[in-house]
C-alpha cells in the first residue's frame, strides 16, 4: 500500500540508481514526485503540417515513416541515420545522431509525432533529432518537466502515472472544502492529474489555479501565525512626545512621504502590541531619516534601539551619520562590528547592557549571543533584503525576557506588489514613492569599451567642477581563473591613477581589504580628500555621498538590473544632475538596454523578472522563503489577495489550527515556517 509519503522507489522501474537521481531534484518521496510540476508542456492537439510548420521553432508534425537509411559512420563516435517521413503531401528528412535503438524502433509505414525545429528549403524540409512519440489521441499536452541528467521526461511521466494511481491518501484534499467551495477550486487529485496531463489548455489552467491557491494559502496561514506569535507578546509602549528638536536637527524638509512613513511608525511605536513594519522606498528616497526619527523618539522615551546593517561599510556610514546628526541631544550612539578590537567590542556591550547607550548601529554582531540589551525598544534592520527573515527575528529577540521590540525592516528593493505581499505578508507597509526635492533622474548611457576613454575625459571634467565619482569593476584583482576581460578594481585602479587620472586622487575599494583600510577609504572618499573611486560591488548597498555625480560600471553586462540600478542609485543623491556610464560590448543586451530608459526601480524589477524568466522568482530564496513550486502568480494579485483572506478566515476560528479538520493544514504550515526559520 502506497501513500504519499512512500518512498519513491516503491514505484516501478525505481530502483537505487533512479532514486538517487529523484534525489538530486529533491524528490524522495512518491508526493514530492507528484509536486514535480512541469516546467512546459509539448502540444500535439494541434500538429503543423509539413508545409506549414513554422522555420526553426519547436514545433509538433504528425507523419508516418516511409523510408530509413542505414547507419552511416561520420567518425569514430558519431553516426548518422536518416529517416524520410511523409504527412501525405510533403516529405520531411529527420536525421538522427548517435541513436540506433530509437531509430530501429521506428517502423515503417506507421505514424508518429515528431516534436523539433524544421529547417531547409521548401520542398526539402529537414528535422534533426526530434522527440519522438506515439500517435496517441490522449497526448494532447505532454509534460516537460525539469530534468537531471540521466532523467528524461519520459521516465517522469510514466513514473508520475503510477504514482497517481497508487496513492492511496490522494484524496485527503489540502484546502478545507469550504475553502474549495468558495473559491471556485477543483479537488486536489483532479488538479494532479491535469498538471502532469493536461487534456486541454482549459484543465490545464484550472489545475494551475488550485495549485497556486494551495500553496499561497498555505504560505499565508504560516505568515499569519508568525505575525501572531510576535503579536501576542508586550511591546515597549512608547508615549507620544515632541519631535520638533529633531526635526530642527537637518537643514531639508522632509517629503510628504517620509513624513507619512514616521506617523505610521510613530503610532505604531506608542500600542502596547510590537510593531512590525516594512519601509520600502526606492534607492535614495531618504529611508535613513525615518529610521532615525523612530530612533530618536525611542530614546526620548527612554529605550534604546539596534539598527543592524548588511555590510560593515554601510554600517560604519551609518554610525557616523547618526552620530553627528545625534551630537548635542544627548542621544548617544555607539558601533558595533565583529572586525573592531576586543575592548571596543567589550566596551560597547557593557554600554548596552548597562543602558548607557541609547543608540547601536552594526552588522551581523548585534545577533551574537553576547550582545544584551538593558532596554532594547526598537530592531531596526537597513536592505532587510540582505537578511532571512529568521535574522529579523534574532535581533528582535534580543529584548529583555518576555518583551518584544518594536521591528522595523527598509528596503530598497522594490518587488512587485504581489511579491511584498508574499514575502513581508506578516508585516505592515509604508511606502516612499517620493523623492526629495531637487533630485534629477539619472541619466544612463551604454557605450561599448572603445569609447571608455572618452568616458573617462568627461569624468575628469566632472572632478575638475569639484564632484567626485565612482569606477566600479566586477573583479577584485585579476587571477589565474579569471574570466577573460573582465576588468579588476586593483588593476584599474594602478591603471586609472597612472594614465587617466594622473594628477587626481584615485582610491580603491573591495571586501578583501581589511575593515580599518574601507573604513579610512570612505572616510576620504566622504570627505571629498579622494576624488575618483575605483570599487567593487561592495558600494553597491546604501553607501551615501551626495557629492558623487558620476558613476562607470565596467563590463555592465555582468551585473544583474537591480544591481545596476542599486549601484546607480549612489548617484543623483544631491542636487546636481548625475550619470551613470555603463560600459559593455553587448550593445543590444535587453537588460541594459531597459536599465537606460527608467529610473522607476518598480518597473526595473519588473522588467528584471521577465527577462530572468519564472524560473528564478526573484530570488525567494534569499528572501528566506520556500521557493514556489508554481510560476506567473506575480501577476495574480487576485489570487494573493482571495487566498489571503481565506487564510485570515480559518485563523479567526481556529487561530493555531488544533482543530482535527485543519491537522494537515497544521503539518504544512509547520513545515513551511521551519524553511523560513532556517
Ligand atoms: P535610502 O532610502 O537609499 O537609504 P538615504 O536615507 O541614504 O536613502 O538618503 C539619501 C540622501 O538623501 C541622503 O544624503 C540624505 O541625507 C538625503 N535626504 C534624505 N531625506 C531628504 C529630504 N527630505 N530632502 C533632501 N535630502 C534628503
Ligand atoms: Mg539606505
Not at 503510477?162 to 492511496?168: D, H, I, K, M, S
Not at 586609472?496 to 580599518?516: E, I, Q
Amino acid at each position: 500500500m502506497a501513500t504519499l509519503s512512500t518512498n519513491i522507489q516503491y514505484l516501478k522501474g525505481v530502483g537505487e540508481k533512479r532514486a538517487r537521481l529523484y534525489a538530486r531534484l529533491g524528490i524522495a518521496t512518491i508526493g514530492d514526485l507528484l509536486e514535480h510540476y512541469p516546467r512546459d508542456y509539448i502540444d500535439f492537439s494541434h500538429p503543423s503540417s509539413i508545409t506549414s510548420a513554422p522555420y526553426d521553432e519547436p514545433c509538433a508534425i504528425r507523419a508516418r515513416v516511409a523510408a530509413k537509411s542505414a547507419e552511416q559512420r561520420i567518425r569514430k563516435g558519431l553516426s548518422l541515420f536518416k529517416v524520410l517521413v511523409t504527412d501525405g503531401r510533403n516529405d520531411l528528412m529527420i536525421t538522427f545522431f548517435n541513436a540506433k535503438y530509437a531509430v530501429a524502433s521506428l517502423k515503417e509505414e506507421e505514424t508518429y509525432l515528431f516534436y523539433g525545429r524544421v529547417s531547409g528549403r521548401i520542398g526539402r524540409r529537414e528535422m534533426a533529432s526530434p522527440l519522438v512519440f506515439p500517435d496517441d489521441p490522449a497526448l494532447a499536452l505532454s509534460p516537460v518537466y525539469p530534468l537531471t541528467e540521466g532523467l528524461s521526461s519520459k521516465m517522469i511521466a510514466a513514473n508520475v502515472r503510477q504514482a497517481l494511481v497508487l496513492a492511496e491518501d490522494l484524496d485527503q484534499d489540502l484546502l478545507p472544502a469550504t475553502v474549495r467551495e468558495e473559491n471556485n477550486l477543483c479537488r486536489r487529485r483532479e488538479a494532479l492529474e491535469a498538471i502532469h496531463f493536461p487534456p486541454n489548455e482549459k484543465a490545464l489552467a484550472r489545475a494551475r489555479r488550485r495549485l497556486m491557491f494551495e500553496e499561497l494559502f498555505h504560505l499565508n496561514l504560516a505568515l499569519g501565525q508568525v505575525k501572531r506569535a510576535s503579536q501576542k507578546e508586550a511591546a515597549a509602549p512608547m508615549e507620544s512626545g515632541d519631535m520638533g528638536g529633531f526635526f530642527s536637527l537637518f537643514p531639508f524638509d522632509l517629503t510628504g512621504a517620509q513624513q507619512r512613513a514616521i506617523d505610521d511608525c510613530l503610532k505604531d511605536l506608542c500600542r502596547t502590541v510590537p510593531m512590525n513594519r516594512l519601509l520600502q522606498g526606492d534607492v535614495g528616497s531618504g529611508k535613513t531619516m525615518v529610521a532615525a526619527a523612530c530612533a530618536y523618539f525611542a530614546a526620548r522615551n527612554g529605550y534604546q534601539t539596534a539598527m543592524m546593517a548588511p555590510t560593515e561599510i554601510l554600517a560604519v556610514q551609518h554610525y557616523q551619520t547618526w552620530s553627528k546628526l545625534f551630537a548635542g541631544t544627548g542621544i548617544s550612539v555607539g558601533l558595533l562590528t565583529s572586525s573592531m578590537g576586543a575592548n571596543a567590542k567589550r566596551q560597547i556591550k557593557e554600554q548596552l547592557a548597562g543602558g548607557q547607550l541609547s543608540i547601536v548601529v552594526g552588522t551581523h554582531a548585534l545577533l551574537q549571543d553576547s550582545v544584551a540589551f538593558s532596554r532594547l525598544g526598537l530592531a531596526i534592520t537597513d536592505e532587510q533584503h540582505r537578511f532571512g527573515v529568521s535574522q529579523r527575528m534574532a535581533l528582535a529577540q534580543k529584548a529583555e525576557k518576555g518583551r518584544y521590540p518594536h521591528v522595523l525592516v527598509m528596503s530598497a528593493t522594490p518587488i512587485p506588489r504581489t511579491l511584498a505581499f508574499i514575502i513581508y505578508g506578516d508585516l505592515d507597509l509604508s511606502i516612499l514613492d517620493e523623492m526629495p526635492k531637487g533630485r534629477l533622474p539619472v541619466k544612463t548611457y551604454l557605450i561599448d569599451p572603445p569609447k571608455r576613454e572618452r568616458a573617462y575625459g568627461f569624468i575628469r571634467k566632472h572632478l575638475d567642477a569639484g564632484e567626485q565619482a565612482y569606477v566600479v569593476c566586477p573583479l577584485v584583482e585579476q587571477g589565474e581563473n579569471s574570466p577573460e576581460g573582465l576588468e579588476s578594481a586593483v588593476e584599474e585602479s594602478e591603471r586609472l591613477a597612472r594614465d587617466f587620472f594622473s594628477g587626481y586622487k584615485v582610491g580603491m575599494l573591495h571586501g578583501r581589504m581589511k575593515a580599518a583600510e574601507k573604513e579610512q577609504i570612505m572616510k576620504d572618499f566622504q570627505s571629498g580628500e579622494l576624488q575618483l573611486l575605483v570599487s567593487t560591488t561592495v558600494i553597491e548597498v546604501g553607501v551615501d555621498v551626495p557629492n558623487a555625480t558620476v558613476m562607470l560600471i565596467q563590463n555592465a553586462e555582468r551585473f544583474g538590473l537591480s544591481q545596476l540600478h542599486q549601484l546607480r542609485g549612489r548617484v543623483g543623491r544631491g542636487g546636481t544632475e548625475s550619470f551613470c556610464i555603463l560600459v559593455s560590448a553587448q550593445m543590444d543586451s535587453p537588460r541594459l538596454r531597459a536599465i537606460c530608459q527608467t529610473n522607476d526601480g518598480f518597473r526595473i524589477a519588473e522588467e528584471d523578472l521577465k527577462l530572468r524568466g519564472p524560473g528564478d522568482f526573484f530570488g525567494l530564496r534569499q528572501h528566506g522563503l520556500p521557493m514556489m513550486k508554481i510560476a506567473g502568480l506575480l501577476e495574480n494579485m487576485t489570487l494573493v489577495d482571495q487566498t489571503r483572506a481565506a487564510a485570515l478566515s480559518i485563523l479567526k476560528t481556529d487561530p493555531d489550527l488544533l482543530l482535527p479538520e485543519h491537522a494537515e493544514l497544521r503539518k504544512r504550515t509547520g513545515q513551511m515556517l521551519e524553511t523560513v526559520n532556517a
